[in-house]
């Protein structure tokens, strides 16, 4: 996993998911297209498992979803 710091993507992110169809993949450091499976969506270029925001994106996200947290790969 890179420990770099998160650069905002060219593309700042949709909060319309359904409409950018990209998820954020931390070993391209960037947004890209994916695959769903059952769990887990998987960027299309690596393979590695993509998240829905960035790292900034998920900082304001963490409050929502601390309960369950991310299973770090
Ligand atoms: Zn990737």
Redesign the pocket.
């Known amino acids: 996993m890179k420990k770099t710091t998160a650069q905002i993507p060219p593309a700042a992110p949709s909060r319309n998911e359904f409409y950018d169809e990209k998820k954020w ?1 931390e ?2 450091g960037t947004y ?1 297209s994916f695959l769903m499976s059952v769990n887990h969506s998987y ?1 299309v ?4 498992r ?1 998240r829905l925001f960035s790292r900034n994106d998920s900082a304001h996200f963490q409050d929502h979803v601390q309960r369950h947290k991310w299973q770090a790969s």
């Not at 270029?45 to 590695?48: D, F, S």
Request: charged residues 0%.
């Open positions: 993949c070993q391209c890209v960027c270029h690596c393979g590695g993509v």
